[in-house]
C-alpha cells in the first residue's frame, strides 16, 4: 500500500505524451456506435422522404404535413443522439469511480487487517471481549467481500469501456470546459429548438384546415376545426413558455454545477495537501498506518464525488447543445 497515492494520482491525471480531449473522443465513439448510425440513417431516409413529398405536394397542407414528419423524425434522431452521448459519458466516469472505489476498497481492507491484528493481540492479552474480537474479524470479511464486488464491477466496466473507445482513458483529457456556452442565446436556441418547429407547424395546419373549411361544411366540422385551432395555438403558447423556461433553467443549473465543481476541486487541493502533511507524520511515527489511510480514503471519497458531479455536468450540456443545434465542443 506504500505506493498507493502514486497509483491513484497517476490513474486520475491524465497525462500522458498523447492527450485526447474528451469531445473529441465521445465524437469519435459516437460516430462509430451502431445505436446512433441506425438512428442516422432513418434520418436520411426520413429527409429523402420530405425532399419527395414536397416534390408531389398538390397544396399547402401536404407540405406542411411532410415537414412536421420530417421534424417528427428529427426530434427522435436527437433523443438517440443524446441517449448515445449520455451511455459513452457514464461509461467512462463509471470506469473512473471503479478504479477510486478499488482504492478506496484496498485502504478499507488494510484498516481492518490493521484493526483485527491488533484486537487480536489485545484478545490474547485479555484486555479486550471475544465479541470484540469477533466484530473485527466480520469488519475484515466484510472490507474483503467488498474488495471483491469492486473488482468484479471494475472488470465490467473496463470492458464495457473498450467496446466503445479504442484510446486508453488515461490518454483522454478530462478538464472543467472554460466557456462552453459561448454564443448560445436565448434566440439562437429557440429558433433551432425541433420541439417548437412542430408546434409551429401544428398550429399552422390547424389555422389552414380552419381557413378552408368547405363552403357547406357542418357545423360540427366548423367547431371542430375552431377548437383544434384553439388548442394547437395553446400548446404552441406553451411550448414556447416552456422552452424558455427550461432554457434558463439549464443554464442557470449549468452555471451553478460549475461553481460547485470549481469548490469541490478546491477542496481536493487542500486535501492532498493535508495528506502530504499526514505522510509527513507518518515517516516520523506520529500517526498510525490507519490514521493515513483514513486520510486518504477520504480524498478519494472527494475526487469521487467531483468526478459523479463532473458527469452529470457534461450530460446537460450536451442535451443543451443538441438542442440548439451547437456542435459538441467544449
Known amino acids: 500500500m506504500k505506493n498507493l497515492l502514486a497509483l491513484v494520482v497517476l490513474s486520475l491525471v491524465f497525462v500522458s505524451g498523447f492527450s485526447l480531449p474528451l469531445d473529441d473522443a465521445l ?5 462509430s456506435d451502431t445505436s446512433y448510425m441506425a438512428a442516422k440513417i432513418e434520418l436520411e431516409i426520413a429527409k429523402m422522404d420530405y425532399e419527395k413529398s414536397k416534390l408531389q405536394a398538390d397544396t399547402e397542407r401536404d407540405t406542411l404535413l411532410a415537414e412536421l414528419s420530417y421534424q417528427k423524425s428529427l426530434q427522435s434522431y436527437e433523443l438517440s443522439l443524446k441517449n448515445t452521448y449520455k451511455e459513452l459519458l457514464e461509461t467512462i466516469f463509471d470506469l473512473i469511480s471503479d478504479r477510486i472505489s478499488l482504492d478506496i476498497a484496498k485502504l478499507q481492507l488494510e ?11 489485545l484478545f490474547e492479552k485479555s484486555l479486550i471481549s471475544e465479541n470484540d474480537l469477533k466484530s473485527s474479524e466480520l469488519d475484515l470479511k466484510q472490507a474483503s467481500a467488498d474488495l471483491a464486488a469492486v473488482q468484479n464491477s471494475l472488470k465490467l466496466s473496463e470492458e464495457i469501456y473498450k467496446s466503445y473507445f479504442d484510446v486508453d482513458i488515461k490518454d483522454i483529457e478530462i478538464s472543467l470546459p472554460e466557456n462552453p456556452l459561448k454564443g448560445l442565446s436565448l434566440e439562437d436556441y429557440m429558433a433551432n429548438l425541433t420541439s417548437v418547429k412542430i408546434a409551429e407547424l401544428n398550429l399552422k395546419i390547424a389555422d389552414y384546415d380552419l381557413k378552408n373549411l368547405s363552403l357547406d361544411a357542418s357545423t360540427y366540422e366548423k367547431n371542430r376545426a375552431q377548437l383544434s385551432y384553439k388548442k394547437a395555438k395553446m400548446d404552441h403558447e406553451n411550448t414556447i413558455n416552456e422552452a424558455k423556461k427550461n432554457f434558463e433553467n439549464s443554464i442557470n443549473s449549468l452555471k451553478k454545477t ?11 487541493d487542500l486535501e492532498e495537501k493535508i495528506l502530504k502533511d499526514f505522510e509527513k507524520r507518518f515517516e516520523k511515527g506520529l500517526i498510525s498506518r490507519q490514521q493515513l489511510n483514513t486520510q486518504k480514503i477520504k480524498l478519494l471519497n472527494k ?28
Not at 487487517?113 to 487480536?120: D, G, I, P, T, V
Open 27 to 31: 465524437n469519435t465513439a459516437v460516430s
Open 111 to 121: 484498516n481492518a487487517e490493521e484493526a483485527y491484528q491488533a484486537n487480536k493481540r
Open 258 to 268: 460549475l461553481e460547485n465543481l470549481k469548490i469541490l476541486k478546491e477542496s481536493i
Open 303 to 330: 475526487k469521487q464525488n467531483y468526478y459523479s458531479l463532473l458527469k452529470t455536468y457534461y450530460i446537460s450540456l450536451i442535451n443543451l447543445l443538441i438542442d440548439a443545434k451547437k456542435p459538441i465542443s467544449f
